[in-house]
């Protein structure tokens, strides 16, 4: 009796093995397409790339090995490269610090009856989808010193006509502008954070008499931390990658104020066809988004709360 | 204490007001790039550069659009463009809604990992992987082709778009599919008949996401296509830049071009754009 039963549960549990075995090759060949594209995109590229930032592949079927030389004239020799790194990380700490204020502001007076926001959530959120082409036409012409709506604003106000991106000390500040019109969709991941904080923790607060800041500051702000880490993350690895602003809008320029580093290494790669000075470029951004992450990721233990969780 | 709650009551309206007004204003700010740029397409270049700035035309002048026209092969990049948007799309679809189901519901060894460095992907910059790929496919001898932009959406269908997909498919109770594989159906059979039907809306979300980010693309255009006859939209309407140096009024028509279609696909899709944004934030 117990023999029949142990064989019962034997061959049901070699049935189940065999249904799981079954599962894991149909799981397979469902991903099958997402693993081939990880190695042929992500993993084989990124090999690749770091062997060729030991060369100094110039022109095609010319490559020899130089070793660390690559590395060695970024650090000591480039200056280029330290003025691209400053810029750039100028323009990604100026565009994070502004639109994560900005979108936690938005965001928290949106949040209200969904009914009476959902136009301005559209209008908040139409200026991310427009194309980075038309945007910089656009700014450009905001922009303009002469005729552009920006200094006429400002001369109506009877304050001194700028320069904007035309000069080196404006440039960046109006990229980090022109930044900040697209902060409604940030305001929006905000908002979505926002309907998940209890109620009664709101009212909780009222009965001991705290106000609207009260409220603010010790309620919502703690429950939207992990949204504001999470744009602060993906902020960071966006803006320290801006590229089509640099390209049609200023060329890097006025005398490389907006020569943000994947710019410089378009430049190095595509026009002067360095490739092996480029990969290298590549690698080093890379690090400096992985450690500038991991950096965000480890102050995050000190000040995101996961207790709506 | 009737009229202090009487009080708070009023102040409370009184805020709700202001937080409206506010955001008016914001909305107001943020609308009025939009509407310099329809205003100045439609000007002619002396209205355009009186000062004070006129708030719009006296007459529209719908010729700084023929301009456009003129300068550029509009039908052809049009036509690129979609030449390169529906390969992409199909594809994006098929390996996303695929994978995502394998993520979302079934169980394999190894699924974390593998997980976790698809998504990984997410935070890669571009960069590092851009010159060996570029190389491989000049290698190819596919420079000026479009696929280097549409092959790869084959292979991968976008780490954004599988999460979205997953974490829809969580969602979805699991009886479903347990009836289905009592009657001995196979997993292929099952994600066909069953599944596919009951995901639409997230690949619609997909869908417009995608369609959205392919319209914009510039940097992988600029790339692979150097031939201007293969240049899509975004890539050509730079060629404006310098031919009409100062002649806003044509740029400001070029970008209103650009802008629309993605404008109204952002309308149609309204509803499901707001809700994947705000999707993102909350699992993220």
């Known amino acids: 009796m117990e023999q029949a039963v142990g064989a019962k549960v034997r061959l049901k549990s070699r049935k189940r093995s065999l249904i799981a075995r079954k599962e894991a090759i149909a799981a397979y060949l469902f991903i099958l397409p997402v693993i081939l594209g990880l190695f042929l995109w992500t993993i084989g590229p990124m090999i690749a790339s770091l062997f060729i930032s030991f060369s100094n592949w110039q ?137 998940d904080v209890p109620k009664h923790l709101y009212e909780a607060v009222e009965i001991d008499g705290g106000g609207w800041w009260s409220k603010f500051w010790y309620v919502s702000i703690p429950f939207i931390t992990p949204v504001i880490f999470f744009n602060l993350v993906m902020g960071f690895i966006g803006s320290l990658q801006a590229f089509t602003t640099a390209y049609i809008m200023t060329q890097g320029g006025p005398n490389n104020a907006t020569l943000f580093f994947v710019y410089y290494l378009y430049r190095e790669a595509f026009v002067n066809n360095h490739f092996g000075y480029a990969s290298a470029l590549a690698w080093i951004l890379f690090w400096i988004i992985a450690m500038l992450t991991a950096l965000i990721f480890k102050s995050s233990k000190g000040w995101v709360f996961y207790g709506g969780k | 204490m009737a009229v202090s709650s009487q009080q708070q009551k009023y102040w409370g309206r009184t805020a709700a007001a202001m937080k409206i007004a506010f955001l008016f204003l914001i909305c107001a700010l943020s609308l009025f790039p939009f509407y310099w740029m329809i205003r100045s397409s439609l000007m002619n270049q002396m209205e355009l550069f009186s000062f004070p700035p006129k708030l719009y035309p006296e007459r529209l002048r719908w010729d700084n659009f023929t301009g456009v026209f003129e300068a550029v092969p509009f039908p052809l990049y049009f036509k690129n463009t979609m030449m390169i948007i529906f390969p992409v799309l199909l594809g994006t679809i098929v390996t996303c809604s695929l994978a995502g189901y394998a993520f979302g519901r079934l169980n394999f060894p190894l699924k974390n990992f593998w997980f976790v460095l698809v998504m990984s992907t997410l935070m890669l910059p571009p960069a590092v992987t851009v010159i060996p790929k570029y190389i491989v496919w000049s290698k190819l001898g596919l420079i000026n082709t479009f696929y280097p932009l549409t092959v790869p959406a084959w292979f991968g269908g976008g780490a954004f778009n599988i999460f979205l997909v997953r974490q829809f498919f969580m969602t979805i109770s699991k009886e479903i599919e347990e009836s289905a594989t009592i009657d001995g159906a196979g997993y292929f059979r099952i994600f066909f008949s069953i599944m596919l039907p009951l995901i639409i809306p997230v690949l619609v979300v997909v869908t417009l996401f995608t369609f959205i980010h392919e319209w914009n693309d510039f940097f992988q255009p600029l790339l692979y296509l150097n031939n201007d006859s293969k240049f899509t939209l975004a890539l050509g309407l730079i060629t404006l830049r310098g031919e009409f140096n100062s002649q806003w009024n044509v740029m400001m028509a070029g970008a209103a071009i650009m802008t629309l279609p993605a404008i109204v696909i952002f309308f149609i899709g309204q509803k499901y754009f707001v809700e994947g944004i705000s999707f993102t934030g909350m699992k993220g």
Not at chain 1, 95 to 110: E, F, K, N, R
Not at chain 1, 113 to 142: C, E
Not at chain 1, 163 to 185: C, D, K, N, R, Y
């Open chain 1, 59 to 195: 022109v095609f079927d010319t490559l020899k090995w130089v070793g660390i030389s690559n590395y060695e004239k970024i650090f000591t020799r480039d200056l280029f490269f330290y003025k691209s790194i400053l810029v750039t990380l100028y323009y990604a700490f100026g565009c994070v610090v502004t639109t994560s204020v900005a979108s936690v502001i938005l965001g928290s007076l949106m949040n209200m009856d969904m009914k009476r926001i959902s136009f301005i959530r559209t209008v908040l959120y139409m200026p991310t989808i427009v194309p980075a082409v038309a945007s910089s036409f656009l700014w450009l012409w905001l922009f303009n010193p002469d005729f552009g709506l920006l200094n006429s604003i400002l001369s109506f106000f009877g304050i001194p006509k700028l320069q904007w991106v035309f000069a080196e000390s404006t440039a960046i500040p109006s990229l980090i502008l022109m930044h900040l019109w697209t902060a409604g969709s940030g305001a929006l991941i905000v908002l979505a954070g926002l309907k």
